[in-house]
C-alpha cells in the first residue's frame, strides 16, 4: 500500500511541475489554462469559464495561485478536471463518464429528467440499500445520506433554475459535488458509474419481463444480485465519509453484453460457406464435425447507433479412417450487412471474445448451436457441451455432470408424461429405446439450460444473466 501511494505522490510532484511553468513554487490561472489546453485529448475542449471554475475550487485560500497543498488536495477530489493516471497526466471528462448514467434516468429520452423519472431510479436505489445483504448498515446509519433522503427534496437540490426539470449539465455538476465526499479517485469513478448504469438498466428489464408475467426463478436470483451490485456501488460513489471504498476493485470486468443477433443471421449458411471456401480433401476420412461459435462484437461507443457486428469461428474436428483425429486451423468470419466475409485474422474475434463473460461466451455457443432459434433439442446440447470443452468453455467432467442430472431430468419429465406412464405400466420400467424416444420431442431454450446449469453449479448467476433475461 505504500508503494501505491508514494507512486501517486510521486505523479502528483511531476504533475505540479509540469503546471508551474515558471518553476516559482505556484500555479497562476494562465500557467492552469496553458498546460490543461495541451492536455486535452482529440475531440476534448475546455472552456475559459471552467477552468475558471477549477481555479477556484483549487484555490482553496483565495491568494490567486493554487499552492502545492491545494494543488494536491484539488487532484485528488473524485471528477477533478486533471486526473494523474496510470498513463501520465489527463484531461478527465466527467461529463462522459456520467452520460450513461443521465440516460438512465431519462427514460423517455428528452435530454431532460423530470421529478417522476428521478423518483424511479432513486427508489430503485434507496430500495437497493434496504434489501441488500449489507442492510444492517442501513440500522447503523451508514447508507449514504444523499440516497436516503426523499427524492423531491434532493430532486429539488438539482433543479437549479427550478423548471421542474433536471438538465444534463445541472445532473454533472450535482454528482460532482456528491462525489467530492467519497474519496474515490476519478479513476475509479470511471469504472464504477458506467457499472451502476448498467445494474440499473437490468433492473428496469426485469421489471418489464415481470409485468409480462415472463419472470422466472432463476430471474429473481438474477435481480438478486443486481440488487446486491447497486447497494455496493452506490454506498462506494455516494459516500460521505471520504472513505475511498471500492467494492469492485480486482474484480474482472467483463464489457461486452448479449443482444439479438440481427434478422437473416444464419449459422447454416456460414458452414455451407465455409466448407465452400475450405474444401476439405476427403481421401482417408470418416468423419467430420464443423464446430461454430458466433459472438457479438463488443459494445463501443461509436457504434451505439449502428447494428453490432457478429463474429465466428469455425473449425473442424476430423476423425480420419486410422482412427487419428485432428483439429483444423480456425476460421474466421463477420457478419455485416446481411452476408458473411471471411477474416484475415482472428484479431476482432478475439476482442469481442476475451470482453464476454465466461457465461455469455457459453450461452453464445448454445444459440450458435440452436441456430439462434427459441428452442434446442437434446442431441445439439449434447453438441454444444461436446464443443464447449473442445474450445475450453467447460470441462469434460462438467459435461458428465450434465449427463447425469440430465438423466434424471428426462426420468422425472417421463413419470410427469401420460403416454410414458402407460409404457411403463406395460413394462415396469423405462427402456432405453423409450427414454431416446422421448429424449427427441424434449426441447429446451437456451436460457434455460443456463438455468439448469447453474442449479448444479456449473455458472454462478450474475447480473450479466438479465441482458438475455427475455430470450427464449
Not at 70 to 97: C, R, S, Y
Not at 463 to 471: G, K, L, R
Request: charged share 30%.
Amino acid at each position: 500500500m505504500a508503494n501505491k501511494e508514494e507512486t501517486r505522490a510521486d505523479k502528483i510532484k511531476k504533475c505540479f511541475r509540469q503546471f508551474d511553468i515558471d518553476g516559482n513554487g505556484t500555479i497562476c490561472l494562465r500557467e492552469l489554462k496553458d498546460v490543461v489546453k495541451k492536455l486535452c485529448g482529440p475531440g476534448q475542449h475546455v472552456s475559459d469559464r471552467e477552468i475558471d471554475m477549477c481555479m477556484k475550487r483549487a484555490d482553496s485560500n483565495g491568494n490567486g495561485v493554487i499552492e502545492y497543498s491545494e494543488f494536491v488536495d484539488w487532484l485528488m477530489q473524485p471528477g477533478a478536471l486533471v486526473n494523474p493516471t496510470t498513463h501520465g497526466i489527463e484531461v478527465f471528462d466527467l461529463g462522459k463518464v456520467l452520460r450513461p448514467l443521465f440516460d438512465v434516468f431519462d427514460r423517455d429520452g428528452s435530454g431532460f429528467v423530470s421529478q417522476e423519472e428521478y423518483d424511479e431510479v432513486h427508489t430503485i436505489i434507496s430500495n437497493s440499500l434496504k434489501l441488500s445483504p449489507d442492510a444492517k448498515d442501513a440500522k447503523r446509519g451508514r447508507n449514504p445520506r444523499m440516497l436516503t433522503r426523499q427524492s423531491q427534496s434532493v430532486f429539488d437540490d438539482i433543479d437549479l433554475d427550478k423548471d421542474h426539470q433536471i438538465s444534463f449539465k445541472e445532473f454533472v455538476e450535482f454528482q460532482r459535488q456528491s462525489f467530492a465526499k467519497c474519496g474515490l479517485r476519478s479513476e475509479d469513478l470511471a469504472e464504477l458509474v458506467p457499472s451502476l448504469s448498467r445494474q440499473l438498466i437490468r433492473v428496469f428489464k426485469l421489471c418489464e419481463s415481470d409485468a409480462k408475467g415472463e419472470l422466472k426463478d432463476v430471474d429473481t436470483k438474477v435481480l438478486q444480485r443486481i440488487i446486491s451490485n447497486i447497494s455496493n456501488i452506490s454506498r462506494d460513489i455516494y459516500n460521505d465519509d471520504q472513505s475511498g471504498k471500492f467494492t469492485y476493485a480486482g474484480r474482472k470486468h467483463f464489457t461486452n453484453r448479449w443482444t439479438e443477433p440481427p434478422v437473416g443471421m444464419n449459422i447454416e449458411r456460414l458452414k455451407r460457406m465455409h466448407l465452400k471456401l475450405s474444401p476439405l480433401p476427403m481421401i482417408g476420412v470418416q468423419e467430420f464435425d464443423v464446430i461454430t461459435h458466433c459472438i457479438p462484437e463488443e459494445m463501443l461507443e461509436n457504434r451505439d447507433n449502428l447494428p453490432r457486428m457478429w463474429y465466428a469461428r469455425m473449425g473442424r474436428k476430423v476423425l480420419y479412417k486410422n482412427g487419428r483425429t485432428m483439429m483444423e486451423e480456425p476460421q474466421f468470419y463477420v457478419f455485416e450487412d446481411l452476408n458473411w466475409t471471411q477474416l484475415s485474422s482472428s484479431k476482432e474475434y478475439t476482442e469481442a471474445y476475451d470482453t464476454l463473460a465466461p457465461e455469455l461466451r457459453f450461452f453464445c455457443l448454445l444459440k450458435t448451436e440452436a441456430n439462434f432459434g427459441i428452442k434446442m433439442s437434446l442431441d445439439s446440447i449434447d453438441r454444444a457441451m461436446t464443443s464447449g470443452v473442445i474450445l475450453n468453455l467447460i470441462t469434460q467432467d462438467i459435461v458428465d455432470k450434465w449427463n447425469e442430472h440430465l438423466l434424471k431430468e428426462v426420468y422425472r419429465m417421463m413419470t410427469q408424461d401420460d403416454a410414458a406412464r402407460a409404457d411403463m405400466a406395460r413394462d415396469g420400467s423405462f427402456e432405453e429405446d423409450q427414454v431416446s424416444k422421448f429424449r427427441e420431442k424434449v426441447r429446451y431454450a437456451p436460457r434455460g439450460v443456463m438455468a439448469e446449469l447453474s442449479e448444479i453449479g456449473v455458472f454462478k448467476i450474475s447480473s450479466v444473466w438479465a441482458d438475455f433475461i427475455n430470450i427464449s
